[in-house]
């Protein structure tokens, strides 16, 4: 698969995203955030081994649109519960919650990596993981709490849902090109070798793993705009350091830094 390719099947995986994105709020009032956070983690793993036998980009592309569509609901979903969970204990906790969803990326990538180590194929992994996410989606169902929508009201909420949205939607394009680009940039720019390309999204998860851990706190101490600000500006300074460098370590600095700048946005503009 050539360049051009691969860049229009991801976008396809982003478009399907966003499509989910934009109906996700009609969804969530129509079944619940628990049944949408549940029925879409189902959805997610059943089809999870599917990629490893489409057999055209064609195909894959429209498998991975798909899969951003549903994620798009799952992730809505998940977030509106951790919302009420915060709003129930009184403190900021909804950093530390994305945070154990880059907990959850480094270990799945210290799983993959050492697969392909001792020579297992991407369908049987793909086979592991679903079957492993399928059980853990029977445990924790049961915990997870329901919540109804809230109903926005007015002229002021549609402002507030715009800038939301430009918010948010420059916030996953910083925090989702270097998990989809960082190691075809550390070949095409860097010369890296091949054990070294996919330390790229490694070290940024790193990063934002770190920021996630200790942002509920700078959030309480400083409140939630000022934190977006400073997170986007430390992020787009490491996205200039990594462009304009040539060197494999610099480059790895640069994104160990976007993402712990990064890491703190969505889960405030959450709340």
Do not use: C
């Amino acid at each position: 698969m050539d360049l051009d390719t691969l860049g229009l099947t991801l976008a396809l995986g982003g478009l399907g995203a966003l499509l989910g994105s934009s109906v996700s709020g009609v969804l969530l009032g129509r079944f619940g955030a628990r049944r949408s956070a549940v029925v879409g983690s189902v959805v997610l793993f059943g089809l999870l081994p599917l990629i490893a036998v489409v057999p055209t980009p064609f195909l894959f592309g429209t498998l991975l649109a798909i899969l951003g569509f549903v994620d798009a609901q799952t992730d809505v979903g998940m977030n509106a519960v951790g919302v009420r969970v915060e709003e129930s204990v009184g403190r900021s906790i909804m950093t530390r919650l994305h945070g154990l969803w880059s907990l959850g990326t480094l270990v799945g990538s210290a799983f993959a990596a050492f697969a392909v180590l001792v020579g297992v194929g991407l369908g049987p992994q793909l086979l592991a993981l679903s079957a492993a996410g399928l059980v853990v989606i029977a445990f924790a169902a049961r915990l997870v709490p329901d919540s109804t929508p809230r109903r926005g009201t007015g002229e002021r909420s549609g402002r507030i849902a715009i800038g939301l949205i430009l918010a948010g939607a420059t916030a996953v394009m910083i925090e989702g090109a270097p998990m989809d680009w960082g190691a075809i940039f550390l070949i095409d720019i860097t010369g890296a070798s091949g054990a070294v390309v996919g330390t790229a999204a490694i070290v940024f998860t790193a990063g934002m793993l770190v920021g996630r851990m200790a942002g509920d706190h700078v959030v309480d101490r400083f409140h939630g705009v000022p934190t977006v600000v400073a997170g986007i500006l430390v992020s787009a300074s490491a996205m200039t350091l990594v462009v304009f460098t040539e060197s494999t370590p610099m480059a790895l600095v640069g994104f160990g830094i976007w993402g712990l700048g990064i890491s703190v946005v969505l889960p405030v503009l959450y709340k």
